[in-house]
């Protein structure tokens, strides 16, 4: 398991943007397969958008497509996900979360070993 740690959470307008960072201290994340998760009130966490080591595969929850890019900086140890046209769906605990091991293009919770604490996106109306 990997530290993380995420931030950049915040309360924003529908509409709006917002860069969440996930950063660790582990010196080989370039190893790492690096995911984002939310969580709403009330409801189960969903994987939202996954990179691969290199950066060169991602894939998304078809709900944030063409607004949310996940993106990875090796050499400062830290992952993003850029968030635009923001939208009160998009409400929740965002979390970051690491693997050593690629699955493909869908993914769930148990793929991953290493989760970050969490950080609150509110979108209001």
């Known amino acids: 398991q990997v530290p993380l740690v995420e931030s950049g959470g915040g309360l924003v307008q529908a509409g709006g943007s917002l860069r969440l960072s996930c950063a660790t201290s582990e010196r080989t994340f370039n190893e790492y397969v690096m995911g984002w998760f939310r969580q709403a009130p009330g409801k189960e966490r969903e994987f939202v958008a996954v990179i691969s080591w290199n950066g060169e595969l991602t894939y998304y929850k078809d709900s944030v497509k063409g607004r949310f890019t996940i993106s990875r900086v090796d050499a400062k140890n830290t992952g993003y996900l850029h968030m635009n046209m923001l939208k009160p769906d998009d409400t929740g605990v965002y979390y970051c979360?690491?693997?050593?091991?690629?699955?493909?293009?869908?993914?769930?919770?148990?793929?991953?070993?290493?989760w970050g604490q969490g950080t609150q996106v509110t979108v209001s109306s």
């Open positions: 979360a690491a693997t050593r091991r690629w699955y493909g293009s869908s993914w769930s919770e148990e793929d991953f070993d290493s």
